[in-house]
């Protein structure tokens, strides 16, 4: 079956430390990877992605993330968060091609405290 | 490049009316589009996939004749929930697939819909 894990429901990081997201995944073929990022009320927006090639992956924002294909995980960090960081985080999969359905985890709240 | 845009972005409509949310790729051609559906802190859930000049394919679960969803050119999708109840408030979402490039949907703002 395929399936996107976030086992983090709610994160409390403090403004300036390091951050990493969880993120596993289950798909039968090559697994297309994203990070996406959603501010309330907003849609979202795509912070970097995995299709090949070297498996640690830059984003937008500073963000990075790493796949790492024996653990069926793409984590996502960040090495030092701002307080306009705190968002919903979703980590989703999809096939090869972009017509291919996305499958999203459950989402990660992140919360920064000053 | 690659803009989706949504609309309206807010729409209050009254128990037992109909309302229509339109997605519209800006500045690409987009064979494929899907309506996904949000609740409040909770993950998207994928509704239908839509495919231009075809009948969408709706995913189990949702009703195809209360989310109706017309793809009618590359560039616009339209979704009308039909007969709508106050559980059909949610935040609904768009996604646009660029045709023949890449890997990635573009995803549109989300219209947040209030059945009163």
């Known amino acids: 079956a395929q399936s996107v894990t976030q086992p983090d429901i709610h994160i409390t990081v403090s403004e300036g430390a390091s951050l990493e997201l969880r993120c596993n995944y289950s798909y039968g073929a090559t697994p297309y990877l994203f990070w996406y990022v959603q501010s309330p009320g907003q849609g979202l927006q795509l912070l970097l992605k995995y299709f090949s090639g070297d498996t640690l992956v830059q984003g937008i924002k500073g963000f990075e993330a790493e796949f790492k294909r024996s653990q069926s995980s793409f984590n996502l960090r960040k090495p030092s968060v701002h307080w306009s960081d705190a968002a919903e985080y979703f980590c989703?999969?999809?096939?090869?091609?972009?017509?291919?359905?996305?499958?999203f985890g459950t989402g990660t709240r992140l919360q920064v405290f000053p | 490049g690659a803009v989706v845009s949504q609309h309206p972005s807010r729409v209050i409509c009254k128990s037992g009316t109909s309302v229509k949310i339109e997605c519209r790729s800006l500045d690409f051609q987009a064979t494929t589009m899907f309506w996904y559906r949000q609740f409040p802190k909770q993950s998207l859930m994928l509704m239908a996939t839509s495919n231009e000049g075809s009948k969408a394919t709706y995913e189990q679960g949702v009703e195809k004749d209360k989310f109706l969803i017309n793809h009618a050119s590359l560039t616009l999708s339209t979704l009308t929930v039909t007969s709508a109840h106050p559980e059909d408030s949610s935040f609904y979402i768009c996604?646009?697939?660029?045709?023949?490039?890449?890997?990635?949907?573009?995803f549109g703002p989300g219209t947040r819909l209030t059945v009163t």
């Open positions: 989703a999969v999809g096939g090869s091609y972009n017509t291919d359905k996305l499958i």
């Open positions: 996604s646009a697939a660029r045709y023949g490039q890449g890997h990635e949907q573009y």
